[in-house]
């Protein structure tokens, strides 16, 4: 019986572990998971992790210099890099300072955990270097392909696959009006508290409008956790300020947004990746225009897509439905109904446009990665030639030299550390994070009201 190969990922935030998570089982079907999470202000709770559903045969929380000492230490087969750019780019030097030459190391493996609207540059030639750049999609794909042939890099790591999260079963519409809403907000977009209390109010709106319908407002964390990006302004603590509080038919959930999906029959956002799961499963799918279409909201990248739509238009009964185009360049076609194809909806990869698996070319890629004898040195486009300015700064916030190796102190020693010191350790840095989300929440908020008077 072959052994199963050791997989670890590295995320630093709860929807970046629900990426790397699955993105391993796609690539790697029978593999040893083990988890690492990167020490920072996004590092998930308890909660969040048990939210996402996702779990690991074992999972601890690292540092790059770290996670770094994990991978020379143990023999790792793949490496799932579910990060932001930059910590991206300190693991692939990292990686070039343990295996300066041909030698037997881990495939590296990164992507993007949803819509790329944004840093499409910066992200991308951070994360260059990796063995694998995982796109979401034939567009994505084109894209990143330009971005590294138009500064003269190799764009070989380049592999077109799909969400590793989109399934759940078909849409099954109960007649032709919406029974459930679901509204899937966004910690960072819109920012502002007036936008984003306007949003909570038009759905309150909806929902005295309709009082058929149930609204639901997904959360994605709770006051005091953070995600993948900073959320100042709660929605719990928008909706304790709407008069008369929000109508019977109208409430917050948390939960996974797959479960969630479940009993949708209309999903409304700004421009979250829900969207896209949404639409895999044919659920009416509305990109909410009433702050514009703009950049900085991302939702103009559902251009084309004939789900933009505003709070108005929904209130009078649209029920949008995605562009068959779109949705194919997208990475994002319906999944098959009980009469159009077999096997669970849960644990199907999104299906390409000739119906191939959209994962077969990432697992051929590192099935033949693997077996290789030895695997040239990472070779990110950055260097201290190419960028000696920018470099050095992304290698030093993770404690690393600009040679990629750790700075002194930066990796503790594996023993010599009483298990006492190690939970009051734990316990001042749970003290340091609770601190920092306070002022993010609390008194940031509070400090530019008064800045503005």
Not at 124 to 139: E, I, K, M, P, Y
Request: proline fraction near 8%; glycine fraction near 10%.
């Amino acid at each position: 019986m072959p052994e199963r190969k050791r997989v670890a990922v590295l995320a630093d935030s709860d929807t970046r572990w629900k990426w790397g998570a699955l993105t391993a089982r796609r690539l790697v079907p029978d593999h040893q998971l083990t988890g690492f999470l990167l020490r920072g202000r996004a590092t998930p709770t308890a909660r969040q992790l048990g939210e996402v559903g996702v779990r690991a045969d074992r999972l601890s929380e690292v540092t790059c210099a770290e996670f770094l000492a994990e991978i020379e230490r143990e023999r790792y087969d793949v490496v799932v890099l579910a990060l932001v750019g930059g910590a991206v780019q300190a693991v692939l030097h990292g990686a070039l300072a343990l295996w300066p030459a041909p030698a037997e190391r881990p495939v590296l493996v990164t992507g993007y955990v949803g819509v790329v609207y944004e840093k499409l540059a910066d992200g991308l030639l951070l994360r260059h270097g990796a063995d694998l750049v995982l796109a979401n999609s034939r567009h994505d794909a084109q894209r990143f392909r330009a971005v590294y042939e138009g500064v003269g890099a190799d764009a070989a790591a380049v592999t077109e696959t799909a969400l590793p999260f989109l399934g759940g079963a078909p849409y099954e519409p109960a007649g032709s009006r919406a029974r459930t809403v679901v509204f899937a907000i966004q910690p960072s977009v819109p920012d502002s508290r007036a936008d984003r209390a306007y949003l909570l109010e038009r759905a309150a709106g909806h929902a005295r409008k309709h009082p058929d319908r149930e609204v639901l407002i997904k959360l994605r964390s709770k006051p005091g956790e953070h995600t993948t990006h900073l959320e100042e302004q709660p929605y719990q603590r928008l909706a304790e300020r709407i008069p008369g509080g929000l109508p019977p038919n109208c409430r917050l959930v948390y939960g996974n947004m797959g479960e969630v999906l479940d009993g949708a029959d209309l999903l409304v956002t700004v421009s979250s990746t829900a969207a896209l799961e949404s639409l895999h499963r044919s659920i009416p799918t509305a990109i909410l225009t009433d702050l514009g279409i703009r950049e900085a909201l991302g939702n103009h990248h559902f251009l084309g897509s004939g789900c933009l739509a505003s709070w108005d238009q929904l209130d009078s009964g649209l029920l949008p439905t995605g562009d068959p185009l779109w949705l194919a360049a997208q990475g994002v076609l319906p999944a098959p109904g009980p009469d159009r194809g077999t096997g669970g909806a849960a644990d199907r990869a999104t299906d390409g446009a000739a119906g191939a698996d959209a994962y077969a070319v990432a697992r051929a890629k590192v099935a033949g990665l693997l077996a290789a004898t030895r695997l040239p040195p990472p070779a990110p486009y950055y260097t201290r030639t190419t960028a000696p300015r920018y470099l050095p700064g992304i290698l030093a916030r993770h404690h690393l030299a600009p040679d990629g190796t750790p700075l002194p102190g930066a990796v503790r020693p594996a023993t010599g550390e009483s298990r006492l010191r190690r939970r009051l350790r734990g316990h001042l840095r749970e003290a340091a994070r609770g601190a920092y989300r306070h002022g993010v929440q609390r008194v940031a908020p509070v400090i530019r009201r008064l800045g503005e008077l």
